[in-house]
């Protein structure tokens, strides 16, 4: 067309389209330019966004490992608190028992002595001195049981025995508080009753603080005990009945009965004295052994308690230090003819456990806290074993195995050295004839005794 | 007379304890810890020992072991006598050797009956 030609003729159709063209290009550089921008900095902005969570989460961590800090320090506290609980008990236990044993005991013999001399007039008064003390000792009992159930501070001792001897024990023992508001006690078990294995000192405990709250609110009446066994879920279970003839309770007394210091009330406590702890004892001691106790009662017409025990307890806690408590009869003394083992070794509580492993492998034991004594009593006594910790601070545990061997009479004896090093060469080159490792286990001792013993 | 050693370290309790048995007819000697206890028996030779659990010095399970080690002993019926009551004392003082066992406070009907039991298993 004659525009297009003049356009195109002239040269200048060249430099528009350029100039059209690097516009062009220019607009869309700009517009990248702006997208490389904008995404630069939604980056950047992205980033800061994650390093700021990231701070605050280092933030929390710090945080967490000074709680978690904080919470291991509260922990050792914690323990460091009970251990000094139970030793605080123990103690104070150990001061308050002394006076009032001596309270209880000079009384019972300036009674003893005033009936010989006859001097009747004196024996009520000193009986009351008795009883008192009595009492107050029944008192810090309960407490000091108590406190120990609430800290776990109690194990089992669980033994096997027949329950109806056990019973029949109880008789003897419960006869003065019976006598006391002559009441008569009754005594029934069922003829299969038979064995149970439990924890017999703790389950005469509970029988007899039953036994005793029932001759003491009731009065000229009959109590009694009964024993049967039951089957239920699958398993045995022996059950223990104290009935009594006595006042029995009310509504609100029987809320109250095993809650702490609240004897069903005041009046009660002022009447029937007691500090309303019994019961409390009895209801955990119960369920330690894995059983349960319950009541019923009628005012004006008695109370039942019953309590339920697993014919076999389980005894979930173990003594620490891997020794075994649930054993089931009374442990047999050793015979002596395995020998004697001298252990010497100044730290007392591994002194204690040597004793308890050595003897439960049929050795007598003697032991000794240092070389000399140690050296005095293997010549007194010429042990069939020695065994010899060499660490002890103070005193050169090599130098004792040295004068041992060199003693011409103690020289055969061989000597086991307890030690923590690998390295037995300077033990085997001083005479020594066997090592056992801390911390001693009781199938390495067991191994290293029966290989040297006579 | 049959001669007793009563091992006990707190007065009081040895006091009550020593004349209570004297009256009874017996012959009392004293230790006041573990170790003289087993150089005063070596000694005396008595029918029978008390032996108190906690002692200073040495304690009464660990006379007791050397005292049934020792051949001029080991025949001696030994009582434990402790305050404890737990029931791991009892197993402690078998393993230790004792004869027998009693709880304190004493009851002394109760403790004479044991004294009397194993005096006479001895034919004393």
Same mark, same amino acid.
């Not at chain 1, 036994?211 to 609110?217: D, G, I, R, V």
């Not at chain 1, 089931?328 to 010497?344: K, P």
């Given at each position: 067309?004659?525009?297009?030609?003049l356009?195109?003729s002239?040269?200048?159709?060249?430099e528009v389209?350029?100039? #059209?063209?690097?516009?062009?290009f220019?607009?869309?550089?700009l517009?990248?330019?702006?997208l490389?921008?904008h995404?630069t900095?939604?980056?950047?902005?992205q980033?800061r966004k994650?390093s700021?969570v990231?701070?605050k989460?280092?933030?929390?961590?710090?945080?967490?490992?000074?709680v978690?800090?904080?919470l291991?320090?509260?922990?050792?506290?914690?323990?460091?608190?009970?251990?000094?609980?139970?030793?605080f008990l123990?103690?104070?236990?150990?001061?308050?028992?002394?006076?009032?044993?001596a309270?209880?005991?000079?009384?019972?013999m300036i009674?003893?002595?005033?009936?010989?001399?006859?001097?009747?007039?004196?024996i009520? /008064?000193?009986?009351?001195?008795?009883?008192?003390g009595?009492?107050?000792?029944?008192?810090?009992?309960?407490?000091?049981?108590?406190?120990?159930? *609430?800290s776990?501070d #109690?194990?089992?001792?669980? *033994?096997?025995?027949?329950?109806?001897?056990?019973?029949?024990?109880?008789?003897?023992?419960?006869a003065?508080?019976i006598?006391?508001n002559?009441?008569k006690?009754?005594?029934?078990?069922?003829?299969?009753?038979?064995?149970?294995?439990a924890?017999i000192?703790?389950?005469?405990?509970?029988?007899?603080?039953?036994?005793?709250?029932?001759?003491?609110?009731?009065?000229n009446?009959?109590?009694? #005990?009964?024993a049967?066994r039951?089957?239920?879920? %699958?398993?045995?279970?022996?059950v223990?009945?104290?009935?009594?003839?006595?006042?029995?309770m009310t509504e609100?007394?029987?809320?109250?009965?095993?809650?702490a210091f609240?004897?069903?009330?005041?009046s009660?406590?002022?009447k029937f004295?007691?500090?309303?702890?019994?019961?409390?004892?009895c209801?955990?001691?119960?369920?330690?052994?894995g059983?349960?106790?319950t009541?019923?009662s009628?005012q004006?017409?008695?109370?039942?308690?019953?309590?339920?025990?697993?014919?076999?307890?389980? /005894?979930?806690?173990?003594?620490?230090g891997?020794?075994?408590l649930?054993?089931?009869?009374?442990?047999?003394?050793?015979?002596?003819?395995?020998? #004697?083992?001298?252990?010497?070794?100044?730290?007392?509580?591994a002194?204690?456990l040597m004793?308890?492993m050595?003897?439960r492998?049929?050795?007598?034991?003697?032991t000794?806290?240092g070389?000399?004594?140690?050296?005095?009593?293997?010549?007194?006594?010429?042990?069939?074993?020695?065994?010899?910790?060499?660490?002890?601070p103070g005193?050169d545990?090599?130098?004792?195995?040295?004068e041992?061997k060199?003693?011409?009479?103690?020289?055969?004896?061989p000597?086991?050295?307890?030690?923590?090093? *690998? /390295?037995?060469?300077?033990?085997?080159?001083?005479?020594a004839?066997?090592?056992?490792?801390?911390?001693v286990?009781?199938? %390495?001792l067991?191994?290293?005794?029966n290989k040297?013993?006579? | 007379?049959a001669?007793?050693?009563?091992?006990e370290?707190?007065e009081?309790?040895?006091?009550?304890?020593?004349?209570r048995?004297?009256?009874?007819?017996y012959?009392?000697?004293?230790?006041?810890?573990?170790?003289?206890?087993v150089?005063?028996?070596q000694?005396e030779?008595?029918?029978?020992?008390?032996?108190?659990i906690?002692l200073?010095v040495?304690d009464?399970?660990e006379?007791?072991?050397r005292?049934?080690?020792l051949d001029?002993? $080991?025949?001696?019926?030994?009582?434990?006598?402790?305050a404890?009551?737990?029931?791991?004392?009892?197993?402690?003082?078998?393993?230790?050797?004792?004869?027998d066992?009693d709880?304190k406070?004493?009851?002394?009907r109760?403790?004479?009956s $044991?004294?009397?039991?194993?005096?006479?298993?001895?034919?004393?």
């Open positions: 067309m004659q525009t297009i030609d356009l195109e002239s040269g200048f159709l060249n389209s350029l100039l #059209i063209l690097s516009s062009l220019f607009v869309v550089g517009y990248h330019l702006y490389y921008f995404r900095t939604e980056l950047s902005e980033t994650t700021e990231n701070e989460l280092s933030e929390l961590n710090l945080k967490l490992s000074e978690n800090t904080k291991s320090e509260r922990s050792r506290e914690l323990a460091e608190a009970s251990l000094a609980k139970s030793q123990a103690h104070i236990s150990h001061e308050l028992r002394t006076p009032l044993n309270i209880i005991g000079y009384s019972e009674q003893e002595e005033v009936e010989e001399k006859g001097l009747d007039d004196f009520p /008064d000193l009986k009351k001195i008795r009883e008192a009595k009492h107050l000792l029944g008192v810090i009992n309960d407490i000091l049981d108590l406190s120990k159930i *609430e776990g #109690i194990s089992l001792y669980l *033994e096997q025995f027949k329950i109806s001897t056990m019973i029949e024990d109880l008789r003897t023992t419960a003065p508080v006598e006391k002559n009441n006690l009754e005594i029934r078990f069922a003829e299969n009753v038979g064995t149970m294995r924890d000192r703790r389950l005469r405990q509970v029988l007899l603080n039953l036994l005793s709250n029932a001759s003491k609110f009731t009065e009446g009959t109590i009694i #005990i009964e049967s039951e089957n239920a879920d %699958q398993s045995d279970w022996i223990f009945r104290v009935l009594d003839t006595g006042i029995g609100e007394q029987k809320l109250k009965v095993f809650q609240s004897q069903a009330d005041t009660a406590t002022r004295g007691g500090a309303g702890l019994g019961l409390v004892i209801k955990r001691l119960c369920q330690m052994m059983g349960s106790i009541f019923e009628q004006g017409k008695g109370s039942t308690f019953l309590i339920r025990i697993p014919a076999s307890v389980s /005894d979930v806690r173990k003594e620490t891997g020794f075994d649930a054993a089931d009869a009374a442990y047999q003394r050793s015979s002596a003819t395995d020998g #004697i083992v001298l252990v010497i070794d100044d730290d007392r509580s002194r204690d004793v308890r050595i003897s492998e049929g050795f007598r034991v003697v000794a806290w070389g000399e004594e140690g050296l005095r009593l293997a010549r007194d006594l010429g042990p069939s074993i020695i065994t010899l910790d060499v660490f002890m005193i545990g090599w130098s004792v195995l040295k041992l060199a003693d011409p009479d103690l020289g055969k004896i000597v086991i050295m307890v030690t923590m090093e *690998e /390295d037995k060469t300077k033990g085997f080159l001083l005479g004839s066997d090592f056992v490792l801390k911390p286990t009781r199938e %390495q067991s191994a290293v005794l040297y013993k006579k | 007379m001669k007793i050693v009563l091992v370290d707190n009081d309790n040895r006091d009550m304890l020593s004349r048995l004297t009256r009874k007819g012959e009392v000697l004293i230790a006041v810890n573990g170790e003289e206890a150089e005063l028996v000694q030779q008595p029918a029978l020992i008390l032996m108190d906690s200073p040495m009464g399970f006379a007791t072991r005292l049934k080690s001029s002993t $080991k025949n001696i019926p030994i009582i434990a006598l402790t404890h009551a737990m029931s791991g004392d009892r197993e402690k003082a078998i393993e230790a050797g004792c004869d066992y709880v406070p004493v009851e002394l109760r403790l004479l $044991k004294i009397e039991t194993l005096l006479g298993a001895k034919g004393n």
